[in-house]
């Protein structure tokens, strides 16, 4: 049954403050934070992308999970801000970490969820002997509109997960998945358009909340588990505020969810985030314990699945940093101006 | 306008991974990659060598006046890294919140160097951050 082999996140250095945003605006900081529950979000650097925090994560994914590289049978790199409109992300990945030119790459895009669905693709390939390994990586360096209220969120990072067949070898394994797929125009992004558009409102019930609260039911109907079985809960995090309500209506506490929310102090990674937060919670994770995780892409779309640790975790988890070091390590703040200029807003 | 396509496309492994040379002969080590050893002349056996990317910075400079191609990038800093496996090499130095002085240790990332003008590519190279 296809398992968790290794995985691997890159969050870049650079934060603004939600003061900072709302300092531009006009806005008061303090209804903001509490309103989307969230303090300050990473920025990527000048010369990062979507393609340099896919490779940061994928070569510490293969140190974890201990493969090597050309082993790899297929990478999917999920992101919607991929640096090429026409050049996969996925084949500078397979150079990046030398898996060797035999293998099957591409890119993948449902807004935040392209990364599940590659753990999906990859579930079936490597189940039924297609590959030995293959490595799913959501990683993104999103942008909100100034002045919109996505600006107060969208942030950069990425998590690269080793999917296999072996038990021995897995960290975890994918117990089931189900997906619950519509067409509901919550948020979107023409070709060519520098940031993307969205139905304000709409973005929460008949969206987030539908798909996310939809797929985790058919997940525990399917798997026959209730929301105690799960040692902890990871769910899509636009925000600080919505996983949290998420978890509620579903029956999850707080305490379930607390490990795997990031977004108060990352901002949200688009697709990065779920995955970004299913990394945390295996780096606490105790042979034995349930992870339950629900992913959202606009447009709509959640994947959910029941992961069970397995005991071989512990001995690979000193193989790499933890996601909290990766993230609390060296943070640097900036100004708006900075943040402007990082983000090609102004130029010279 | 002419691409650097092949230009590029020839020097990836040295770029993302610092692949460099190895003298089997001699022990010698490369970076970047050379056909004929300097001791070994035509007794020269070289095969590629994978550098790890950690080291410690042996001098930096901050360019406050850069190349035309890196003006939004000023001011940068550029180093001289001794490998642990020996080479000397030059590397941009990214911001990790560390100092960087002589001797910091250094890991090697992922980064973009250059992005062409009029719509060409993107070149990923190498760079040091301090650890
Ligand atoms: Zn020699």
Redesign the interface.
């Known amino acids: 049954m296809a398992g968790i082999i290794g995985y691997g996140v890159h969050v870049p250095h650079y934060r603004i403050k939600v003061e900072e945003i709302a300092r531009i605006w006009n806005e008061d900081p303090e209804s903001i934070k509490k309103g989307l529950h969230i303090k300050e979000k990473s920025v990527p650097s000048h010369d990062e992308d979507a393609a340099t925090i896919a490779v940061e994560a994928a070569r510490r994914a293969v140190k974890h999970a201990g493969v090597k590289a050309t082993d790899i049978g297929a990478i999917y790199v999920g992101s919607e801000s991929h640096p090429y409109a026409v050049k996969p992300t996925a084949t500078i990945v397979s150079q990046a970490i030398s898996a060797g030119h035999n293998l099957t790459a591409a890119d993948l895009e449902f807004a935040c969820k392209a990364g599940t669905a590659g753990m999906q693709m990859l579930m079936g390939m490597s189940d039924s002997g297609m590959i030995k390994y293959g490595m799913t990586i959501g990683s993104d360096t999103s942008q909100g509109r100034p002045g919109d209220a996505l600006e107060y969120t969208a942030s950069a990072g990425g998590a690269a997960f080793i999917i296999g067949k072996e038990k021995s070898e897995s960290v975890a394994t994918i117990l089931d998945t189900v997906s619950f797929t519509s067409d509901t125009p919550d948020f979107w992004r023409r070709e060519g358009a520098d940031f993307p558009s969205h139905g304000g409102r709409f973005t929460g019930e008949p969206a987030y909340f539908r798909h996310v609260t939809t797929a985790t039911k058919m997940l525990l109907e399917k798997t026959g588990f209730k929301p105690s079985d799960f040692k902890y809960a990871v769910f899509h995090q636009p925000n600080g505020k919505f996983p949290i309500a998420a978890a509620k209506l579903l029956g999850f506490s707080q305490e379930q969810i607390d490990d795997g929310l990031l977004t108060p102090i990352i901002g949200n990674t688009y697709s990065g985030a779920s995955l970004l937060g299913l990394a945390a919670v295996l780096d606490k994770a105790s042979p034995g314990d349930k992870v339950l995780v629900t992913s959202f892409g606009s447009g709509a779309g959640s994947d959910s699945f029941a992961i069970e640790v397995n005991d071989i975790i512990n001995e690979k988890r000193t193989r790499s940093e933890k996601v909290l070091d990766i993230i609390n390590n060296g943070k640097l703040y900036i100004d708006y101006a900075m943040y402007l200029k990082n983000r090609k807003g102004i130029r010279k | 306008m002419e691409r650097s396509s092949a230009s590029m496309w020839r020097k990836?492994?040295s770029r993302?991974?610092l692949v460099g040379t190895e003298c089997e002969n001699c022990k010698s080590l490369y970076f970047p990659s050379r056909i004929v050893c300097k001791n070994c002349g035509r007794q020269t056996k070289m095969r590629n060598k994978?550098f790890a990317g950690t080291g410690e910075i042996y001098s930096f400079t901050k360019i406050h006046v850069p190349a035309e191609a890196f003006?939004?990038?000023a001011p940068y800093t550029v180093a001289v890294i001794k490998l642990d496996e020996g080479p000397m090499v030059e590397g941009h130095i990214?911001?990790?919140?560390?100092e960087v002085k002589i001797g910091t240790r250094v890991r090697q990332?992922?980064?973009?160097?250059l992005v062409e003008e009029d719509e060409g590519l993107?070149h990923?190279h190498f760079?040091f951050e301090p650890v």
Do not use: A, C, P, Q
């Not at chain 2, 990214?94 to 560390?98: P, Y």
């Not at chain 2, 990332?109 to 160097?113: A, D, G, L, S, Y």
């Open positions: 990836l492994n993302y991974n994978t003006r939004e990038d990214v911001e990790s919140g560390k990332v992922f980064r973009k160097m993107i990923y760079k």
